[in-house]
């Protein structure tokens, strides 16, 4: 690695941790299926003026909602009733627009609320003679549509002529804020539904929403893509949790014994456990509140960025050698450092963004220029691991160390296949995202997250396995050179016959007492086996 190289990862933790302090700088307190708008504007769009108010999948109701629109709204967590709901909306003109107004005018302006199934999206808005498609309403669209000139296009759904919904809220005089009435709009088709507020007329300019609104599902107000991780993260916990029983076990049993990679597999083991379990529990306040405060969530991706670059670091140390073959990583070990901190920022950066403050079921392109650098960091990884791996299987074969080569090679298999399953996976969640631009599979989307824990869960698995404690664990440990090769020769030698274990005993120099011809005869083989 050249002194460029060098210092370019040297200075690039500094400017990742630039970011994301900058990132939960830019993170209001709370974001959740509440969606808040303070005083945000609309832009322009073709014909129109818009603000999108939200996107989420909604579970149909699993009850008849109340069927007249005057009953008083009620309603609780576990109700069963799918619903959007707004509360203290308010839109705020501009001084510029409200002074071309008379205060004896009933009506100076119109906001329209449109609230449509992804799938309906094209009941949305029109085009005339095959030109550019408009939301609002032109002469020409009014001869051809019907529509009524200076309103949003709607045409009727086939299936349910209610849908797509259009709320009309008539702005008062030259009053700056008119408020919407509480409005509660109830589903009854499962779907990605999407809220726009939406005004055709130019002379509203400028104009701004205050309020909020509440999203909620049949059993709380976790989004629809979210709601399976829930019961998801509960399994993953008890995975960890009997994974952790069977691996204490054995540590306790065997702590005399204990190395020092097995104490690092601890530490991963406990990690993943305490991720599971705080996901779990950030997911279900978020369902019961409909609030996601960001220092909660913050330090549960926190955790989750911790556990991953810790275990990438245990899988490179292990593939170095460490405590097997080498004592120490010896000047790799600033590298690796560097290296660790600067995937621990970037993997925290692209979780925060993806997680802190997000509302909506489609993330931002925002995400792609995040996801560059953790997907790097992620293939260097795996280079290194690979290369490191080659290096430590060759000097395993030339000191013939057999049960460690052994190992080691199975560890490798894993791990390759581990890599197929990778790229085979992110292959898979390109087309999937690529295919379903609108989010209209998100009842699917879950798996996406589910995959790598789970995988994630399935590596650690196999390490613990191939480095089990066990009273034999000091055989994997590192050892002088020329004693681990003449300890691993007389083991292959002595292997499948009866003096067998007499010759490892022997070769462990514990000074103990045996029989003494079993002993002599599996020396003078060893010596042979020298000679020749």
Not at 200 to 225: A, E, F, H, S
Not at 272 to 279: A, D, H, K, Q, S
Not at 477 to 483: E, H, L, N, Q, W
Not at 492 to 521: I, M, Q, W
Request: proline fraction near 3%; charged fraction near 20%; glycine fraction near 8%.
């Amino acid at each position: 690695m050249d002194r460029g190289a060098i210092g370019y990862a040297n200075g690039l933790p500094f400017l990742l941790l630039f970011l994301v302090i900058l990132s939960l700088s830019s993170i209001q307190f709370s974001n959740a299926s509440i969606h808040t708008y303070n005083r945000e504007g609309f832009r322009e769009v073709g014909n129109a003026y818009l603000l999108a108010g939200g996107s989420e999948g909604i579970v149909a109701s699993l009850i008849p909602p109340p069927s007249s629109s005057n009953s008083p709204f009620r309603s609780s967590l576990h109700d069963g009733l799918s619903f959007i709901r707004f509360e203290n909306v308010t839109f705020w003109m501009s001084q510029e627009s409200a002074d071309q107004n008379s205060d004896a005018e009933y009506s100076s302006g119109l906001v329209q609320v449109v609230i449509f199934e992804a799938a309906d999206r094209d009941d949305i808005g029109g085009s005339a003679y095959g030109g550019q498609r408009s939301l609002c309403c032109t002469p020409d669209l009014a001869k051809l549509e019907g529509c009524k000139q200076g309103e949003v296009i709607r045409l009727r759904a086939s299936k349910d002529d209610k849908w797509p919904i259009v709320l009309n809220v008539h702005l008062m005089g030259n009053s700056l804020l008119t408020e919407m009435e509480d409005t509660v709009v109830y589903i009854t088709k499962t779907g990605m539904y999407n809220l726009f507020f939406i005004s055709c007329d130019p002379q509203l300019k400028g104009i701004m929403v205050n309020g909020k609104t509440l999203w909620k599902n049949p059993d709380g107000y976790l989004p629809g893509r979210m709601a399976p991780l829930i019961s998801f993260y509960v399994y993953m916990s008890v995975a960890y949790l009997l994974l952790s029983f069977i691996w204490f076990f054995q540590y306790l049993r065997f702590w005399k014994d204990i190395l020092q990679l097995q104490h690092c597999i601890t530490v991963v083991i406990a990690l993943g456990w305490f991720e599971m379990t705080l996901w779990y529990f950030e997911y279900a306040n978020f369902n019961n509140t409909g609030v996601r405060p960001v220092a909660i969530t913050t330090w549960v991706v926190t955790v989750g960025a911790i556990r991953r670059t810790v275990s990438r670091l245990l899988l490179l140390s292990v593939s170095m050698g460490y405590g097997v073959v080498r004592p120490t990583l010896g000047g790799l070990t600033s590298k690796v450092i560097i290296l660790g901190i600067t995937y621990f920022l970037a993997t925290e950066l692209l979780d925060i963004t993806e997680f802190v403050g997000i509302i909506n079921d489609i993330s931002g392109r925002t995400r792609l220029l995040l996801v560059l650098p953790d997907a790097f960091l992620d293939a260097f990884l795996i280079l290194w691991i690979f290369i490191s791996l080659s290096k430590t299987l060759e000097q395993l074969q030339a000191k013939r160390s057999t049960i460690k080569l052994d190992i080691y090679r199975k560890f490798s298999n894993a791990l390759g296949v581990t890599v197929i399953a990778s790229v085979a996976w992110i292959c898979y969640e390109v087309y999937f995202k690529a295919t379903d631009p609108f989010n209209e599979r998100w009842q699917n989307a879950w798996v996406i997250t589910a995959f790598w824990d789970i995988l994630a869960f399935a590596v650690l698995c196999m390490i613990c396995y191939l480095w089990a404690p066990s009273h034999s664990s000091q055989r994997y440990a590192y050892s002088d050179g020329i004693v681990e090769s003449d300890d691993e020769e007389a083991e292959s030698l002595t292997r499948g016959t009866c003096g067998g274990d007499l010759s490892l005993v022997k070769l462990d120099k514990e000074g103990k007492n045996y029989e003494s011809n079993d002993a002599h005869h599996s020396e003078d083989d060893t010596r042979t086996d020298k000679g020749e």
